[in-house]
Each structure stands twice: as structure tokens, then as C-alpha cells.
């Protein structure tokens, strides 16, 4: 029995060092969850999903920003409750349930009322900001929160949200593009002491595209003393100089991983993969080739 025992945790401790170590491949889902192809993004290659936008209101709530013609937005927290639906709720999990790549979902947030709350009435356990934070993880199986901060840049309330989110049962991510400074200090400090698989700020998805098109990820690895996930935007109508084909792509990730070794790489995003007509597999075989 003991020899038995021993095995079995041996294998656990290789299945789990396994799953860190794995690539990461990933995709901003832009599109409202409810009307996107999510049978394409759960067998294309991807195994992480980012969701934008999600926001926080000024009493604390949260809410699901549709970014889709004839979406609405959604209230999905308030008053320490998951109020979305049960239809939305059960969308999102199935992003990680039967026949799927995906194996972590993330919301993705800009810094609105942040600094404001973690002030007052602060992060701590009882306070609406936190009961909706633990009652949205719950509905809808969420394993991190994503930091798009592109204008406040304040570190004091960043750390202090995003400590209060790893109370919560989340892990933090960052989605820079500039200002390599600050996100210095906010990885500095709230992975100080910490080492992997435990970091609290554990994912780093560099926007290589628009403001941030000149990003080098190697350069941005060294600074932060974090391997990057360098984000590419596939073809698009919005901003077409800054689309990428398949093929483009596959010469971006390689290169810049040949220049550094990358913790995966990502797309922005679905949106407009389903707009143009493009194909997920092809784009998820470039991340699956190249960061299996």
C-alpha cells in the first residue's frame, strides 16, 4: 500500500509539474461568449481564454461589456451575487468543459473605480467589491483576473487589488503595451518571495501590435524577470496595418522565440477571426507548433 502511495503521489507531482510547464496558447475572446463559436475556440489548439471586457462599477458591481452589435451588456455581480443567468454562467464554464483545449479562463478588466474602492472601503473579505469578485469566480469557473490598465498606472491600488483577488482563489495577469516601469514594480511586488508555480502575478501577455507594435518580448522578459506571452492581432478591419495572416504570424512567434524563450503566444481576437472569415484551427496550429 505504501509503495502504492508513493507512486501515485510521484505521478501527481509529474502531471502537475507537467501542466505548468506547458505553453501557453491564447485568445481574447472580444465577442460576446453567448454568440461566438465556442465549439472552434475549444478544439482549435487554444487552452487559454482571456474575456473582454469585464468592469467594475463604482458600488462595487461587475459588469459583462457585450462589444458585439445586438449584445447587451450584463450585470453579472452585485450585492456579494452572481445576477448574470444561468444561460451566460453556463456559456462560460462550457468554455472548459467536454471536448476542449481550454483549461483557464480569464476575465479582463481596465482600472476603473480601482483605486477608489481598494481606498474605501478597502479589500478586505466582507466587502461587496470581494463577495462579487468570489461570487463571479464561482458562477463562472474563472481562474484569473487580467489587468488591462492602459491610463491610471497607479501601483499602490494595483498591488492591493490584485492581493485582494489572490484571497479570492484568482491569479493575476497583466496585458501591457507601455509604461515598463510600472509593471516592474506591480510584478515586483506582488510576486516577492513567491516562487513558481505560486506566483500571484503569473502570466504576462504583451500587446506586440498597435501602441505596443514596436514591443520586443525578449526586451520585456528582462525587465520583468517574467517570461511574456507576445500577443499578435489577426487580420481585421478596424486597424488593417496591424493584422497578421496565419503565416505572418507563425514567422512573428518563431523569430521572437528563437530571440528568447517565450512562455506561449496569443491572439486579439476572436471578434474579428469570425468577422473576416478566418480560420481558428489555422491560427491555433501555429501556436500548437510552435509552444506545444
Same mark, same amino acid.
Given at each position: 500500500m505504501r509503495l502504492y502511495a508513493f507512486a501515485r503521489l510521484l505521478l501527481l507531482q509529474l502531471l502537475a509539474q507537467y501542466a505548468f510547464a506547458a505553453s501557453i496558447r491564447s485568445i481574447f475572446l472580444f465577442k460576446d461568449v453567448m454568440k461566438s463559436n465556442t465549439t472552434a475556440l475549444k478544439t482549435s489548439g487554444f487552452n487559454s481564454v482571456i474575456m473582454f471586457g469585464v468592469g467594475i462599477l463604482g458600488d462595487g458591481g461587475i459588469m459583462y461589456y457585450s462589444n458585439t452589435p445586438?449584445?447587451?451588456?450584463?450585470?453579472?455581480?452585485?450585492?456579494?451575487?452572481?445576477?448574470?443567468?444561468?444561460a451566460l454562467a453556463a456559456k462560460v464554464r462550457s468554455l472548459k468543459e467536454g471536448d476542449t483545449g481550454i483549461n483557464r479562463i480569464e476575465i479582463s478588466m481596465n482600472s476603473q473605480h480601482v483605486r477608489d474602492l481598494m481606498s474605501k472601503p478597502g479589500p478586505g473579505v466582507d466587502t461587496p467589491l470581494y463577495r462579487n469578485f468570489a461570487a463571479l469566480k464561482k458562477a463562472w469557473s474563472l481562474d484569473a483576473v487580467?489587468?488591462?490598465?492602459?491610463?491610471?498606472?497607479?501601483?499602490?491600488?494595483?498591488?492591493? %487589488?490584485?492581493?485582494?483577488?489572490?484571497?479570492? @482563489?484568482?491569479?493575476?495577469?497583466? &496585458?501591457?503595451y507601455t509604461n515598463?516601469? %510600472?509593471?516592474?514594480?506591480?510584478?515586483?511586488?506582488? #510576486?516577492?518571495?513567491?516562487?513558481?508555480?505560486?506566483?500571484?502575478?503569473?502570466?504576462?501577455?504583451?500587446?506586440?501590435?498597435? @501602441? @505596443?507594435?514596436?514591443?520586443?518580448p525578449?526586451?520585456?522578459?528582462?525587465?520583468?524577470?517574467?517570461?511574456?506571452?507576445?500577443?499578435?492581432?489577426?487580420?481585421?478591419?478596424?486597424?488593417?496595418?496591424?493584422?497578421?495572416?496565419? &503565416?505572418?504570424?507563425?514567422?512573428? %512567434?518563431? #523569430?521572437? #522565440?528563437?530571440?528568447?524563450?517565450? &512562455?506561449?503566444?496569443?491572439?486579439?481576437n476572436d471578434y474579428d477571426i469570425e468577422k473576416m472569415g478566418l480560420s481558428y484551427k489555422q491560427y491555433g496550429d501555429v501556436l500548437t507548433s510552435i509552444f506545444p
Open positions: 445586438g449584445s447587451s451588456d450584463v450585470l453579472v455581480a452585485s450585492g456579494g451575487a452572481y445576477v448574470g443567468g444561468d487580467n489587468n488591462d490598465d492602459e491610463s491610471l498606472y497607479d501601483v499602490a491600488s494595483t498591488v492591493t %487589488f490584485a492581493k485582494m483577488l489572490g484571497n479570492a @482563489g484568482y491569479k493575476y495577469t497583466i &496585458a501591457p515598463t516601469n %510600472f509593471w516592474r514594480s506591480v510584478t515586483t511586488q506582488l #510576486n516577492q518571495g513567491l516562487k513558481e508555480p505560486d506566483l500571484l502575478m503569473d502570466r504576462v501577455y504583451l500587446q506586440c501590435y498597435d @501602441g @505596443g507594435a514596436n514591443n520586443n525578449a526586451s520585456w522578459q528582462s525587465t520583468l524577470g517574467l517570461k511574456v506571452v507576445p500577443l499578435i492581432w489577426v487580420t481585421n478591419d478596424s486597424k488593417p496595418v496591424y493584422g497578421t495572416t496565419a &503565416a505572418q504570424a507563425r514567422t512573428k %512567434f518563431t #523569430n521572437w #522565440n528563437k530571440a528568447g524563450a517565450l &512562455a506561449g503566444g496569443g491572439y486579439w
